[in-house]
């Protein structure tokens, strides 16, 4: 029955074309800039290879060493006697003081010694990320960014494998040459991306490498996987892998069994690195780990807290706020708009009345009227933002970060379409359905 109203809806936006056009207008920017946001938020925290298992990875990205000592606090306590007097007393409470401290990521001897073997964990892996490495083809050179990794590591990220595979724990432990580059860096380097490329050698600071696998550029921009070339860890310079600080440049990160056991694999992680015995003749005597699930590691890295429930309030309610606030001011204007747009028609709806169609037809009637509308200029919002999309991701605009328009992106676009439409044109039309016959035809 809704659908028979079609040609009647679209008659009416024709009637007035300057509201039509303002209205047109103004849902579409809105929509536009909404599905960019989505697209931009879906990019980097959504469900999307390599980070698919959200859900379950708990990321370690950096140890803080730290310098204790005591501190004599004097604390004074007056006390008023039944005489008159006072009495006062004072104590002294010996507390410790943090005076040092040094923050960074860990070295590969203590993860192999202490961060590989926990109880919740289903997979520990751990990368070495963006150290500059030169590439050589025929003189020429090529910039890219290596991430040394364990062979786990592609069991906690699942990169999309667009030709050949991953490389295993043999060819870790035995320090096979062999790379896995992004579709990006196989294009600069070769000029070509397909299956022939595996097998293929590839010079990386003067060591040839054999190419084992290709695989899809990330999304998100994260230390974690924000690589061009990935090389087995044990690659690296050895004198690196050997050096016996617990500082140096590796990040490690895990899968819970489940989800549930996400919390006990943080305790285990924390009651590590809280019960660490530091060598007697460093300067520091307590270690901290910021463990964190994903979306808190996220929050706290960008926001530069260490509490993750403070990190996601200061990240995630202002940006809720503003996109409220966002929505809010087109969407009013677009409820004026409709009002006026909808009292314009008041003798029409006195004589639909008056031949008997019930206020819940002319209810329904609006509200798909606005609909109508609503969808046209999400219509037009969506090829704006499928435009600006390929325009930003084809120029990296964002850097490593390309924007979205995946099929989930889609469905959240044309559910802002519906719950937009709707919010704007059922007030108008529901005042518009209660009115008085005798009114409207006045």
């Known amino acids: 029955m809704l659908l028979s109203h079609l040609p009647l809806a679209l008659k009416i936006l024709k009637r007035k074309p300057f509201y039509t056009f303002v209205s047109l207008f103004g849902i579409s920017f809105t929509l536009m ?41 004097l604390t004074i306590d007056t006390i008023a006697m039944e005489n008159g007097t006072e009495r006062v007393d004072t104590s002294r409470v010996i507390e410790e003081k ?10 590969y001897r203590f993860i192999q010694d202490n961060m590989l073997d926990f109880e919740h964990a289903s997979h520990s ?6 150290i500059h490495i030169d590439g050589y083809l025929e003189g020429r050179k090529y910039s890219f960014d290596a991430h040394y990794v364990s062979a786990s590591y592609y069991d906690v990220f699942n990169f999309k494998f667009l030709y050949g595979g991953r490389f295993y724990e043999e060819d ?28 293929q050698s590839i010079q990386l600071a003067n060591t040839n490498y054999t190419v084992r696998g290709i695989v899809a550029r990330p999304l998100a921009d994260s230390p974690y996987f924000e690589g061009d070339v990935y090389l087995p860890a044990t690659t690296i310079d050895r004198r690196f892998l050997d050096q016996e600080e617990i ?8 899968l819970a069994e489940s989800s549930n056991q996400r919390a006990l694999l943080l305790n285990e992680i924390n ?28 929050a706290m890295s960008l926001m530069q807290e260490e509490n993750p429930g403070i990190a996601k309030a200061l990240l995630f309610i202002p940006i809720i706020i503003l996109l409220l606030l966002f929505a809010a001011l087109p969407l009013l204007n677009l409820v004026n708009l409709n009002i006026g747009r909808v009292h314009e ?38 090829a704006l933002a499928i435009g600006l999309i390929n325009y930003v991701n084809a120029n990296d605009l964002l850097g490593i970060t390309r924007l979205s328009y995946s099929p989930r992106v889609f469905v959240y676009f044309f559910l802002l379409i519906l719950v937009f439409g709707l919010l704007s044109g059922i007030l108008p039309a529901y005042r518009i359905s209660r009115s008085n016959i005798a009114t409207a035809l006045r």
Not at 49 to 56: A, C, I, K, V
Not at 272 to 291: C, V
Not at 347 to 363: Q, T
């Open 125 to 130: 892996a751990y990368v070495n990320p963006g």
């Open 172 to 199: 870790e432990e035995q320090g096979e040459r062999v790379v896995i580059l992004t579709d990006k860096a196989a294009e600069a380097y070769y000029g070509e991306v397909g299956p022939q490329l595996i097998g």
């Open 345 to 382: 028609r008041q003798s029409e709806i006195g004589v639909r009345k008056a031949f008997g169609a019930n206020s819940s037809d002319i209810l329904w009637q609006f509200i798909f009227e606005n609909l109508v509308l609503t969808f046209i200029g999400g219509l037009a919002g969506l």
């Open 247 to 254: 500082n140096g440049g590796f990040m490690a990160a895990y």
């Open 271 to 298: 009651y590590m690195a809280e019960n660490y015995e530091l060598p007697p003749d460093s300067y520091y005597n307590r270690t901290k780990l910021y463990a964190a699930d994903f979306f808190s590691s996220y």
């Open 98 to 107: 943090q005076v040092s401290n040094s923050n960074g990521p860990m070295s």
């Open 33 to 73: 800039i909404l599905m960019l946001l989505t697209s931009l938020f879906d990019a980097t925290l959504g469900a999307n290879q390599p980070q698919g298992n959200r859900d379950l990875m708990v990321l370690a990205p950096t140890l803080e060493r730290i310098r204790m000592e005591p501190d004599t606090v």
